[in-house]
């Protein structure tokens, strides 16, 4: 306010602005950038200078004492000190929330830091899911199958009744209130009268009901009696009782058909055999539905064996990582399984899938057809130009017989100490297929593929298509057709047999008898027959028979031809293929 001389306020304000340098500072905590002059220091005014009294706010450079300049007290001078801008707070003035130049915000390392850890555990939640999607393919794959036999396959007929002749249609006598009336509530008191019962609510709802339904039944019997005669009903009861003929037609059809299959299965036809095997494979895949595993089936009526092709799933099924983990310096990496786990795992799968294919081949030969069973396993992968066989079965169905396919109770355990994989050769799957004589890739993640016992391509098959067992299978076969009783393997490998046998006195092959059969690409020599000789005089035999699917050199049949190698007979390949048309009466393709 102004005063006037005598000290009175005079009625006018005076307003007093904040000093230029307050409001830098408060622009700079803001973290507004200051205006600065080209050639000077900078000033909370946009023209630059000291704030001043005049219009302008220019001040003299030096002002000195007198009227209209500063004044010359301390009091003066230090108002005209805090004129001047200060040139903004050092580092320690700084807040600490903000960083200098060049420096990163914590809080920003700090969310980055977590956004990785979260992502780390997302990826890690993803490789357990597929861990767990691979237990329980091993725990499915591990289930019993049903036997898919011409038993389980048939029909059976029901008829169903006339709608009009269903129980409880009586179209004689006329629905009666007291089949649907409800039974009355008992009396709280047994001096109240019959009318305490009708204040029951529970008893008048049922009551309501009772009466619809009556309603509805005796509508119903009406118009049963009102149609009964004519020609829609009659219609109608000739669609239903065509209907039913044709139903039951059908199931009769199917029966037969049925008979007809299963009549010229026990004559191992291969296209009834075959049809029976492929309904059992299929049916076993119903419990792993999401994992294809196809399996086809060709019959050899020759050897009486049936050769299965079972493809095997992908190689990128099995997770090759256990999770992700986070390194110090902020980087997501990955968590490698070791190889070898990951091959057994693989394995487990692969022996399952085939313990299952054999278990519902032998399951549904209840009439013993076959005499055994070739399984190949094949991978069928883009990368390659052809499938690699990585397990290959040969098995007689004595050995599938005395062999449980799957695991007895819980067809998988968790063990603490090795997790939900236990190691090859503890896995009972795989020991099992091993039982069999199977044999299987060391490394399928290397493609190291294993020789198959058999191919499946051809149904009339040669010499050199048999698996081992199918070898020793046919010539079990020719010899027992030919009077050798008492058949007694000694040795038997992938290239033949040693067998010793009984031959009845009266039959064509008399006496106890030393057989040596082999599959051979060269010519039998004199070496093997002079082995063939000392076996009869250890076996205490009369006789031996080398059999071979090649050829005899001369000097062998001149060998044959002296004295003392006369009790030695020969069987070349043209006479297995003679005796295999003779006793089995199914060709033998030509070839070794």
């Known amino acids: 306010m102004q005063y006037s001389a005598d000290g009175q306020s005079d009625g006018t304000a005076t307003v007093q602005f904040p000093r230029p340098g307050f409001l830098a500072s408060v622009f700079r905590d803001l973290g507004a950038e200051e205006d600065r002059e080209p050639d000077g220091p900078a000033t909370g005014r946009p023209g630059g200078g000291t704030a001043g009294g005049g219009p302008s706010g220019d001040v003299p450079s030096d002002p000195g004492p007198g009227p209209g300049g500063a004044g010359d007290g301390p009091a003066d001078r230090a108002a005209a000190d805090r004129d001047q801008v200060s040139p903004g707070p050092g580092p320690a003035e700084q807040g600490a929330g903000h960083p ?20 780390t555990h997302h990826r890690t939640l993803a490789v357990q899911a597929e861990h767990d999607r691979l237990t329980d393919l091993l725990r499915r794959a591990a289930l019993p199958v049903s036997a898919m036999d ?37 009396a709280a008191d047994p001096d109240s009268g019959p009318s305490r019962r009708l204040l029951d609510s529970g008893y008048q709802r049922e009551l309501a009901q009772a009466r619809l339904t009556h309603q509805r039944a005796l509508r119903e019997w009406r118009t049963r009696r009102a149609e009964a005669g004519s020609p829609a009903a009659d219609e109608s009861r000739r669609a239903h009782e065509a209907a039913e003929e044709a139903r039951a037609r059908a199931v009769r059809e199917y029966n037969e058909s049925l008979e007809e299959c299963r009549r010229a299965y026990r004559l191992a036809e291969p296209a009834a055999v075959e049809s029976l095997l492929e309904r059992a ?7 792993t539905q999401d994992l294809p595993a196809p399996c086809r089936a060709v019959f050899r009526p020759l050897t009486r064996t049936a050769v299965l092709d079972l493809d095997l799933p992908p190689l990128g099924l099995v997770p090759s990582l256990t999770g992700y983990r986070l390194a110090p310096d902020g980087d997501i990496l990955p968590v490698p399984r070791p190889p ?7 394995l487990r799968l692969v022996a399952r899938l085939a313990l299952r294919a054999l278990q519902a081949a032998d399951a549904v030969d209840t009439d013993e057809i076959l005499a055994g069973v070739v399984l190949n396993g094949w991978l069928r992968d883009p990368a390659m130009t052809e499938p690699l066989c990585l397990v290959s079965v040969d098995a007689d169905r004595d050995a599938l017989a005395r062999t449980r396919l799957l695991p007895p109770g819980t067809p998988y355990e968790e063990r603490d100490d090795e997790g939900v994989y236990a190691d090859a050769e503890q896995d009972e799957a795989l020991v099992r297929l091993r039982q069999l004589g199977a044999a299987v890739t060391p490394n399928p993640y290397a493609w190291a593929g294993i020789q198959p016992a058999a191919q499946a391509g051809a149904t009339v098959p040669a010499a050199s298509d048999l698996s081992a067992n199918e070898f020793a299978q046919l010539v079990r076969d020719l010899l027992t057709r030919g009077g050798i009783a008492q058949w007694s393997v000694r040795l038997r490998g992938p290239a033949g047999l040693v067998a010793t046998g009984e031959g009845a006195p009266g039959s064509s092959l008399p006496g106890r008898w030393v057989v040596w059969a082999s599959r051979d690409t060269v010519p039998i020599g004199t070496e093997q027959i002079e082995t063939l000789a000392e076996a009869v005089g250890e076996e205490s035999a009369e006789r031996g028979l ?5 050829s005899f050199t001369d000097e062998v049949l001149d060998l044959t031809a002296e004295a003392s190698h006369r009790h030695l007979h020969l069987i070349d390949g043209d006479g297995v293929r003679e005796l295999a048309g003779t006793h089995l009466g199914l060709p033998l393709a030509t070839g070794c």
């Open 340 to 346: 070898a786990d990951r091959a057994t795992d693989y």
């Open 100 to 119: 200098g130049p060049g420096e990163a915000d914590p809080d920003e390392a700090v969310a980055a830091h977590a956004r990785a850890a979260a992502l």
């Open 150 to 186: 011409f038993e389980s396959q048939l029909r059976h007929y029901h008829p169903r009744p006339y709608p009009a002749d269903a129980p409880g249609t009586d179209d004689r006598q006329e629905p009666r209130w007291e089949d649907f009336a409800p039974a009355e509530p008992p």
């Open 281 to 287: 494979l299929a049916a076993a895949e119903t419990a």
């Open 546 to 550: 080398r059999l071979t699917t090649g």
